[in-house]
T-cell receptor, first 112, second 111 residues
């Protein structure tokens, strides 16, 4: 029973490049959340998705950031034209419905 | 006002003592409440969930919920050095299922 899978675990991008972060939810889970965490800070909500729908993207910057959760395949968080301030840990969590959410191992993004 | 508030700590607790963590939330219609533990450099791990007023016990952990006061707490009995971590309170709101986290309370258990 695989948990939430995120890849890559570590990602290095140069300023101006695109970053693609992938999240495969636990089996049977149709809800996905993305969070960003800076060192020594809390989890900042970015976006909440269900299959093929964005439910709440109130925490996601309007520019350069997008997220999707297609009918087939993983959820993708895309950051275009990355800047140094995008360097952070990005965590994905999944849940079956509105109950317990479980986290993946995270993707550590470093922008150089 | 932050949606979910926690004291950032650190909360220093002697080994064997009880650690008491508090969390308040602003959305009166919140339905579900969770406590996560996060070790440095790791991802959050769910340790407790609570949905109705009162206490819920699981091993050395007890979660307490008071919806009237918009307050949820976590007690860690017989604290161990391995309990040293940041504890995150999370709440789902009335409008949809957005899961919002507090800033976390850092706990240090000293041998």
């Amino acid at each position: 029973n695989a948990g939430v899978m995120q890849n890559p675990r570590h990602l290095v991008r140069r300023r101006g490049q695109e970053a693609r972060l992938r999240c495969s939810p636990m089996k049977g889970h149709s809800h996905v959340y993305w969070y960003r965490q800076l060192p020594e800070e809390g989890l900042k909500f970015m976006v909440y998705l269900q299959k093929e729908n964005i439910i709440d993207e109130s925490g996601m910057p309007k520019e350069r950031f997008s997220a999707e959760f297609p009918k087939e395949g993983p959820s993708i968080l895309r950051i275009q034209q990355v800047v140094r301030g995008d360097s952070a840990a990005y965590f994905c969590a999944s849940s079956r419905d509105d109950t317990e959410a479980f986290f993946g191992q995270g993707t550590r993004l470093t922008v150089v | 006002q932050k949606e979910v508030e926690q004291n950032s700590g650190p909360l220093s607790v002697p080994e064997g003592a009880i650690a008491s963590l508090n969390c308040t939330y602003s959305d009166r219609g919140s339905q579900s409440f969770f406590w996560y533990r996060q070790y440095s450099g790791k991802s959050p791990e769910l340790i407790m969930s609570i949905y109705s007023n009162g206490d819920k016990e699981d091993g050395r952990f007890t979660a307490q919920l008071n919806k009237a006061s918009q307050y949820v707490s976590l007690l860690i009995r017989d604290s161990q050095p391995s309990d040293s971590a940041t504890y995150l309170c999370a709440v789902t709101g009335a409008a949809g299922n957005k899961l919002t986290f507090g800033g976390g309370t850092r706990v240090l258990v000293k041998p």
